[in-house]
Each structure stands twice: as structure tokens, then as C-alpha cells.
């Protein structure tokens, strides 16, 4: 079972970049994904979520029309499209899935798999 990010790097703010998390080993196109971030100490935090189908998905406040969440269970593949990006964004980004995926806004300890995370700096 694998989750592995991409798609990270160095951008000026005001720029865009996209995350891509490519998943292996098990079907996760019944699982709802999730983006997460952790900047250097602090706590890892939630960013985005989308259902299966890819119809609904939920955002941090922080990230609410800037970034947008996306899904191709063809390709097994989830994307985070991030615009207008901001020096505050700056941290490694997470995908992960939730087998259950009763809520989008499920805590961080609801998601069971993990993949390993892409840098992403965003400079001033």
C-alpha cells in the first residue's frame, strides 16, 4: 500500500503549484483523501478533503479559494491545485486516505494511510 506525493518545490507568492498523490496497493477509490501540512514546529494540520465520487469536498479556512482539491480514480490519483500561494503555506504536504469516510471533516487520527510527504517553500 502506497501513497506517494509529488509535485512540490520553490515558488515566489502569488504563484501556483500542483500536488499530486498517486496511491498503489489497495482500491482507494472508495476512500475519501485528504491533504495535509506540516510546518516546521508545528502540528500537522488539515487542508483539504474530497469524497469519493470527488462531488464534495472541505477546506481549511486557511486555504478556502485558493486551493481546490481534486480526484481521478481512473489514474488513482488525487491533486491539490494551489493558487495565490502565500510565504504561511510553506510546509511539507501530506495526502492520506480515511478508509471509513464517514465525514470529510474527520480528525487527523481517522486516516489510516499515509504517504510520505512533498516540500513545498514559498517565498516572500
Known amino acids: 500500500v502506497q501513497l506517494q506525493a509529488s509535485g512540490g518545490g520553490l515558488m515566489q507568492a502569488g504563484g501556483s503549484l500542483r500536488l499530486s498523490c498517486a496511491t498503489s496497493?489497495?482500491?482507494?477509490?472508495?476512500?475519501?483523501m485528504g491533504w495535509f501540512r506540516q510546518a516546521p514546529g508545528k502540528e500537522r494540520e488539515f487542508v483539504a478533503s474530497?469524497?469519493?465520487?470527488?462531488?464534495?469536498?472541505y477546506y481549511a479556512d486557511s486555504v478556502k479559494g485558493r486551493f481546490t482539491i481534486s480526484r481521478d480514480n481512473a489514474k488513482n490519483t488525487v491533486y491539490l491545485q494551489m493558487n495565490s500561494l502565500k510565504p504561511e503555506d510553506t510546509a511539507v504536504y501530506y495526502c492520506?486516505?480515511?478508509?471509513?469516510?464517514?465525514?470529510?471533516?474527520?480528525?487527523?487520527?481517522?486516516?489510516?494511510?499515509w504517504g510520505q510527504g512533498t516540500q513545498v517553500t514559498v517565498s516572500s
Open positions: 492520506a486516505a480515511d478508509v471509513k469516510g464517514l465525514l470529510l471533516s474527520a480528525p487527523i487520527w481517522e486516516y489510516d494511510y
Open positions: 496497493g489497495r482500491a482507494f477509490s472508495r476512500d475519501v
Open positions: 474530497i469524497d469519493w465520487s470527488g462531488g464534495s469536498t
